[in-house]
């Protein structure tokens, strides 16, 4: 060190830089709770009006089976990869506008456009090859000879027409809306 510099200079660097470590850190941690909490089925269903679509899950097989796995909103939801996790709780902000705004506050005014948000989701999946399906679902793992022979066939056609699970499974786990009649 020249004998006309300072130490200070060095000693604010790393303190610096330590409070931006420490931050970074926080940060992240904080980001990384929030992500997990919005992805708990409590939550999405804290609007009064998805208690429809709860109700309606908890009648389904995906949350009441022989094998007692049990899904929630986000296991169809919202994709596990990062990028795509924030995109999808981007766009999701969209039902909470809604639901403030008064759009989709009653069971009434939700209902009517019911049609309009399921086909929405049905194309977010289509678009993505129901990725969200495939976390637990799979052509390559499917033992066709434990499936009953319809569904078997079903899933080989599928297969060959390259197929996505949303093209036939779009009341899997909610009612599946009437479409709306035209005037």
């Known amino acids: 060190m020249n004998q006309n510099e300072s130490p200070r200079p060095r000693k604010k660097l790393f303190i610096w830089g330590t409070l931006i470590f420490i931050g970074g850190i926080l940060f992240a941690g904080i980001f990384t ?45 919202v994709p596990r990869a990062l990028v795509p996790k924030l995109w999808a709780k981007f766009m999701a902000a969209k039902d909470v506008y809604h639901e403030i705004m008064g759009t989709i506050d009653t069971k009434e005014k939700y209902e009517a456009r019911r049609w309009h948000m399921a086909n929405l989701v049905w194309a977010k999946m289509k678009a993505s090859d129901s990725r969200e399906c495939r976390d637990c679902h799979s052509y390559e ?9 319809s569904a078997a066939k079903k899933h080989k056609r ?16 909610h009612e599946e809306p009437d479409e709306p009649e035209e005037n």
């Open 33 to 77: 709770v929030t992500l997990e909490y919005t992805n708990t089925t409590e939550f999405c269903t804290s609007c009064h009006t998805m208690q429809t679509n709860l109700a309606e899950m908890k009648e389904r097989v995906h949350y009441n089976n022989v094998r007692g796995i049990t899904v929630g909103c986000a296991d169809c939801h």
């Open 158 to 173: 599928a297969i060959e027409k390259g197929e996505t699970c949303i093209d036939c499974h779009t009341g899997i786990a």
């Open 141 to 149: 793992h499917m033992d066709f000879d434990e499936q009953d022979s």
